[in-house]
């Protein structure tokens, strides 16, 4: 379940635009070449009374660059540049650094990612049935297999202004859910030094 959330968060990420027609949507990524932010996630769990809270980083940038960094409670992190992929944690101070590119599980995450990254629309469309809404829309997925059984609604909700969501809710069959709220978005800017580095 862990690795199944991990995976859904990561492709779940605020790089979708305001949808009015689909023309004006997908010609809004087109002008997207990077982005970064800042992220809040709640984890609501039926066995905590209060929610799991994390923070961190976001950032991408075209064809394949994705950068998730947790910063608190417990830092740790991934890393996909082009074919390499990068996981980390810190651990006593030291940084563990583990290549996970030969990995199948984090092969098909790059595939999810690259896949919503892009807004294939296509791919998506095999995956989700795709329910737009006033402020943003609700992917239902279509597909038998353990990701898609377990989650049973991804709801996106989109900035007013800007081409990206401006928080995410995951839905689980058990009823439990994970908020994601994105701010301090950054379009077209140059990344920190070391972004590119786990």
Same mark, same amino acid.
């Given at each position: ?16 635009? +305001? ?8 010609? #809004? ?13 709640? #984890? ?11 923070? =961190? ?11 998730? *960094? ?11 540049? =082009?074919?390499? $992929? ?9 940084? $563990?650094?583990? *290549?996970? /590119?030969?990995? #199948? ?14 807004? *294939? ?9 795709? +329910? ?5 829309? *609700? ?6 297999? &353990?990701?898609?059984?377990? +989650?049973?609604? +991804? #709801? ?8 990206? $969501?401006? &928080? ?6 058990? =009823? ?7 701010? =301090? ?8 030094? /070391?972004?590119?580095?786990?």
């Amino acid at each position: 379940m862990k690795s199944l959330l991990f995976l859904t968060l990561f492709f779940l990420h605020p790089f979708f635009g +305001i949808l009015a027609t689909a023309a004006e949507d997908y010609s #809004r990524f087109a002008q997207v070449e990077s982005l970064s932010c800042d992220f809040l996630m709640e #984890r609501h769990l039926a066995i905590a009374e209060k929610p799991l809270v994390s923070t =961190g980083s976001f950032y991408f940038r075209r064809p394949d660059f994705l950068r998730w *960094d947790y910063k608190k409670p417990l830092p740790h992190g991934l890393l996909i540049n =082009g074919n390499k $992929v990068f996981s980390w944690r810190d651990e006593a101070g030291k940084r $563990v650094v583990n *290549d996970n /590119g030969s990995q #199948r599980m984090a092969r098909q995450m790059a595939d999810q990612l690259r896949m919503f990254l892009t807004m *294939d629309m296509e791919q998506i469309g095999k995956k989700y049935k795709v +329910i737009p809404y006033p402020e943003g829309v *609700d992917l239902l997925p279509i597909q038998s297999g &353990q990701e898609q059984q377990q +989650i049973v609604k +991804i #709801r996106l909700v989109f900035d007013r202004k800007l081409p990206v $969501v401006s &928080q995410t809710v995951i839905t689980e069959k058990s =009823g439990e859910e994970t908020v994601i709220s994105y701010t =301090g978005f950054q379009i077209n800017k140059p990344f920190p030094p /070391g972004t590119d580095r786990p």
